[in-house]
Every structure is written in C-alpha cells, then in structure tokens.
C-alpha cells in the first residue's frame, strides 16, 4: 500500500490536486478529502473506487458549497447552498422567477426605499466585461462559452440549460 499511496501522491502531485484519505487498491477510498488544482473547490465526504459516492460536500472559493448524495461519481440528489445561505433545490426554486424579482437579501432584509434599488444581492455592481452576465459567483462569457470567477479565472463550460437560465435571468453588462 505504501507504493500505491507515493504513486497516487505523484499523479496528485503532476494534476495540481491535493488527497487526504485512505487508499485501497491504489484507489481513493473511504472518508477523504479531495483538493481540485490551485485549490480552486474541495471535495469532502465518502469515496469508492477513485469517484465521489454516498454522501458529500462540493466546497466552492466564492463561499457556496453542493451538499448531495453520490453514486458513482454521479449525483442522486444535492442542494447548492450560496454563501449568503441562500439554498438552490432543482425541484421548488422560486428565487427571481416570475413576478417576485427580489434578492434574497431583499427576503430577509426587506426592499429598500424607492430610488434605492438593489441590482445585486450585496448591492455593489461587480465589475465584468462588456456582454458578460453576472451569475452572482462571477461571470458567464457568451463569446467563449465559460463561466469565469470575478477576478477572470475560468471556471468551468456550463450546461445548455444553465447558459439557457443564465442568458434570460442574469444581469447583462452593457
């Protein structure tokens, strides 16, 4: 096993990604942390065979953090809870959708005089590119088709129907 645990420390070490946790077979198994390059999300909760399953916790830099249930590699079922604990579920998501337009701050705050309105959830305006949309984590590009970090850092390419939500519900900067 201490062979399989050096060489699984230098494939970490060639990716950039950090492990804590136990290894059988030479693969990542049991409880565990797992560190993405440059630290950009940790991972912590249950691994088999090398692949996130049972139960565990995406963290994010900007603060958020994907709480789910894995098989496999695969989510059965998660949350996204935003730093600001704001929770996103796939199935009831009632967030600025339809007529009610407030930010969650705006929930639980409630709405500022007239005059005052908020156009982010903080209410400081990020700065992005032009023709970028601000997802409130950072921005998505529709010109290269990623989603970046504030300070630019490219993230990750979206899903059609996360660009399709994005598109119609986020903040275009003009």
């Known amino acids: 096993i201490f062979l399989r645990a ?3 420390a230098k494939l970490m070490e060639l990716t950039g990604s950090k ?3 136990e ?6 198994e049991g409880h565990a942390r797992f560190t993405f390059p440059e630290g950009s999300s940790v991972f912590e909760g249950e691994m088999k ?3 996130f399953h049972g139960d565990g ?3 994010f830099p900007d603060g958020g953090k994907y709480v789910a249930k894995w098989d496999h590699g695969r989510v059965v079922e998660g949350r996204y809870i935003f730093k600001d604990g704001l929770v996103w579920e796939r199935a009831g998501w009632d967030y600025c959708l339809g007529d009610d337009r407030r930010f969650y701050s ?5 709405i500022r005089p007239a005059g005052e309105s908020l156009q982010t959830n903080t209410g400081v305006l990020p700065p992005i590119p032009q023709g970028c949309f601000d997802t409130g984590a950072g ?4 010109n ?3 989603l970046y970090s504030y300070t630019g850092v490219q993230q990750r390419k979206p899903e059609k129907d996360e660009i399709d939500w994005i598109t119609k519900h986020c903040r275009i900067q003009r």
């Open 6 to 8: 050096t060489v699984s």
């Open 49 to 51: 065979d090398g692949m």
């Open 139 to 142: 921005y998505y590009d529709p």
């Open 106 to 110: 705006e929930r639980v705050g409630g």
């Open 57 to 59: 916790t995406l963290h």
């Open 144 to 146: 290269s088709s990623f």
């Open 19 to 21: 492990f804590e946790g």
């Open 23 to 28: 290894l059988q077979n030479g693969r990542m």
